[in-house]
């Protein structure tokens, strides 16, 4: 693993392998901004082509991705460059992988609070929103989405982290 120093005093790490290469190339931090706490950031450069301004992300360099398909970041920072991390996918799987709205009710994906029956909804986007029930409880729901999400999207599913209080209910 090697780091590779972006603007803004930050770095970007990928495989020792690939250091000599993209280093020919000075990299710059890039916000991806969707909303206060899904601030994602990325390695890219720039250059002049014609009288354009053009960008690539640093990843997209290390893979060459077939016409219609993405690079999705397998832990979800778009700093950590390493092989490891990167994979070729559609534009929907690389969508299942995304964090939570940052202006949802919840601090879980897929759940919201519900306000005329006073409980928690969990729900899951398979093409449109797909509900799963109300639950008494936050982490329930949240149980209820993780189990949809591995249903539904496999390996591509960011599951919600389920505080222990949670665990411990649905073990009984």
């Not at 002049?48 to 053009?54: I, S, T, V």
């Not at 029930?133 to 936050?138: A, I, L, V, W």
């Not at 209820?144 to 649905?170: D, K, P």
Request: with cysteine; hydrophobic share 35%.
């Amino acid at each position: 693993m090697a780091e590779i120093p972006l603007t803004q005093g930050m770095v970007t790490i990928v495989d020792e392998e690939d250091l000599d290469f993209l280093n020919q190339w000075k990299w710059c931090v890039s916000r991806e901004d969707k909303g206060e706490e899904n601030k994602i950031y990325y390695a890219v450069r720039g250059w002049r082509q014609g009288p354009k301004q053009k960008r690539i992300c640093l990843h997209q360099l290390l893979i060459d991705v077939p016409r219609g398909k993405e690079i999705d970041h397998k832990d979800g920072d778009g700093l950590n460059n390493r092989r490891s991390n990167l994979r070729i996918c559609n534009h929907q799987q690389n969508i299942c992988n995304q964090r939570k709205q940052a202006n949802a009710s919840s601090i879980y994906k897929g759940v919201s609070w519900h306000k005329r029956n006073e409980k928690w909804e969990a729900y899951i986007g398979i093409g449109k929103k797909k509900y799963l029930g109300n639950f008494q409880d936050e982490e329930q729901a949240a149980l209820a989405y993780n189990q949809a999400a591995i249903i539904n999207f496999g390996e591509f599913a960011r599951l919600n982290i389920i505080r222990e209080r949670a665990w411990r209910q649905h073990a009984n």
